[in-house]
């Protein structure tokens, strides 16, 4: 089944601690990006990738690092966190648009809460 | 940069009417629009894709209209459905690299 995983689903952790969410996809997708949703504020893009070995930040990417060594896999890194990245992450790919619709295949979302 | 208006306000209408959601947007026109559904806690699903040469698109009881010397889309659900209530998202093509969402347009389909 075509999807894409991320983990973890739900994590709540404290100011400072390091934390990093995984982001797997199966369909051999160049494009890979990362978003987070708050109230009132929609999907903002945080960082992307284009391919392996590139990637370039998003409208928010403060706070973030991603790295994307293989095709398949793109984590968030979260070095520090603090409490304004309470939020709810997609982590989303998609493949070559002139293929297909172009259209984004989106993971389950990654609730996290720092206090 | 580009900006993207959808109805804040939830919409609630009867089953069996048409919803007619809409998304309005700023500055330069996309090469293409896409509409998604995103139900509470889930990730968007992708729905419909609309280019710019093209004035509608249809797929089962959904179709999406692009004007764009109006700068708009409409999103329409014929003889909707309580399963249809969901949050929908308008996204502009901003070239290759990205998307830009719109904040959503809550669908409320009552009995």
Same mark, same amino acid.
Request: aromatic share 10%.
């Given at each position: 089944e075509a999807q894409v995983t991320q983990n973890p689903r739900?994590?709540?952790?404290?100011?400072?601690k390091k934390l990093t969410v995984t982001c797997?996809?199966?369909?051999?997708?160049e494009y890979m990006s990362w978003y987070r949703q708050d109230?009132?504020?929609?999907?903002?893009q945080i960082y992307y990738s284009m391919n392996?070995?590139? @990637?370039?930040?998003?409208?928010?990417? &403060? =706070?973030?690092k991603v790295s994307r060594k293989?095709?398949?896999?793109f984590p968030l890194i979260l070095e520090s966190p603090s409490p304004n990245q309470t939020s709810l992450y997609f982590c989303a790919s998609r493949g070559d648009r002139g293929v297909n @619709?172009?259209?984004?295949?989106?993971? &389950? =979302?990654s609730r996290l809460t720092v206090l | 940069s580009q900006k993207i208006e959808q109805n804040s306000e939830a919409l609630n209408i009867q089953e069996g009417k048409t919803a007619t959601l809409t998304c309005n947007y700023t500055n330069y026109s996309p090469a293409y629009l896409q509409w998604y559904r995103q139900d509470p806690?889930?990730?968007?699903v992708f729905l419909l894709l609309i280019r710019e040469n093209e004035k509608e698109k249809r797929k089962e009881r959904l179709k999406v209209t692009f004007d764009t010397t109006l700068k708009?889309?409409?999103?329409?659900?014929?003889?909707?459905?309580?399963?249809?209530?969901?949050?929908?998202l308008c996204a502009l093509d901003r070239g290759y690299s990205t998307l830009t969402f719109g904040k959503g347009t809550m669908l409320l389909v009552s009995p």
């Open positions: 739900y994590l709540i952790t404290v100011t400072g797997s996809q199966n369909m051999n997708h109230p009132g504020l929609g999907l903002r392996v070995e590139v @990637t370039d930040k998003g409208d928010v990417p &403060e =706070g973030y293989e095709k398949r896999n @619709t172009g259209e984004l295949f989106f993971g &389950e =979302g | 806690g889930r990730g968007p708009q889309s409409l999103f329409h659900i014929t003889a909707s459905q309580p399963a249809d209530s969901a949050t929908y």
